[in-house]
């Protein structure tokens, strides 16, 4: 069991982000930024995100693809969550079809049949998670992307093609370093970035790195831990971090999922060195963030083991006072929500 984080509030049904901001006649990075700090908080477009950054600064963001990882069933939906070390086995969940919530009856051995000839046999039960062993024609990542469909939840009002969930830094997630893995769901900090805002950022002295993570299924919130992932920071990642922390620039993490990943290979100094696997790291009162200054966040939910994280880089105090804000404001949630920029207190870095 985990700490539970202290930011505390109600959301309003109304305030969930029920389609893109594409379909509501916007572009990506104009969706609201809420910008934070010890001193004021301020209210902006995503595309201002220059405007509250510095030359010398890094941004480092998460290349991990979507996954269409959502496959019907014959009275069940499978959301494929995490590729795991052993062949043919995945973490999944198991969800009614009408978006209610996970399916609560299945037994370890019970075999699930999937379209065209496929079939999944639960192994065992990690939390709302099963073990699961995979029989498909073809290997995973084919079949889903022949028969699976973006994970959705009941607050979206419709469904939404695969590029809808991709951010402008995905990449294949067959790659070299990470081997048939992806993202269960979008690494969704990063959705509001446009090739124009990239350019304008790189062309005004701020650095861009990747990182490498894959996120699981997001629907493990209510003070649930996060389950390990699977992730890879680069030597030239770890390079400009470094350098960006020596020359007094701040390191601006592009989602949870990139403060995970740099944290899991810091030095108790604030330095980081290259590094992949799997990581559990939880941060937390007990392990505070030790190289991230800024976070790119979207707006979790409450009693989310996400807002820990939060807290561990901007302090308990300043997130308390960013959802108050945001809810005031009628900011708006989830993947296709609104932005948030959180930068740790000065006197803290």
């Avoid at 370890?108 to 999944?120: D, N, V």
Wanted: glycine share 12%; hydrophobic share 40%.
């Amino acid at each position: 069991m985990i700490a539970a984080a202290r930011t505390r509030f109600v959301l309003p049904a109304e305030l969930s982000a029920g389609q893109p901001p594409e379909s509501r006649g916007l572009r990506r990075d104009q969706v609201r930024l809420l910008v934070a700090d010890g001193a004021a908080v301020w209210h902006a477009r995503f595309a201002d995100l220059g405007r509250f950054l510095s030359p010398g600064d890094l941004v480092v963001v998460n290349t991990s693809a979507t996954l269409p990882a959502a496959v019907d069933a014959d009275g069940v939906v499978v959301h494929f969550s995490t590729a795991l070390d052993e062949p043919d086995t995945w973490l999944v969940e198991l969800r009614r079809p009408d978006q209610s919530g996970p399916v609560g009856d299945a037994v370890p051995g019970e075999r699930i049949t999937l379209p065209a000839g496929a079939s999944l046999t639960l192994l065992g039960a990690t939390g709302r998670l099963w073990r699961a062993r995979v029989t498909v024609p073809g290997g995973v990542r084919g079949y889903l992307a022949r028969h699976g469909r973006p994970i959705a939840y009941g607050y979206l009002r419709g469904r939404f093609p695969l590029a809808a969930y991709q951010t402008v830094f995905a990449r294949d997630p067959g790659s070299a370093d990470l081997p048939g893995a992806g993202s269960a769901e979008l690494p969704s900090a990063g959705r509001p970035f446009t090739a124009e805002l990239v350019t304008g950022l790189v062309a005004a002295g701020v650095g861009i790195a990747p990182i490498t993570l894959h996120t699981g299924v997001s629907s493990l919130e209510g003070d649930e831990p996060p389950q390990p992932e699977r992730f890879a920071v680069p030597e030239p990642t770890a390079r400009q971090v470094n350098l960006a922390r020596r020359t007094g620039g701040r390191v601006v993490a592009v989602g949870t999922t990139v403060a995970r990943a740099l944290e899991t290979v810091a030095r108790p100094d604030g330095t980081v060195v290259a590094g992949g696997g799997w990581t559990d790291l939880v941060l937390g009162p007990d392990r505070p963030a030790r190289v991230v200054d800024g976070l790119v966040t979207g707006w979790h939910e409450p009693h989310a083991s996400h807002l820990l994280l939060l807290e561990a880089v901007a302090g308990a105090e300043l997130v308390q006072r960013a959802y108050d804000a945001a809810l005031t404001n009628r900011y708006l949630w989830h993947e296709f929500g609104d932005s948030c920029l959180l930068f740790r207190p000065r006197e803290d870095r």
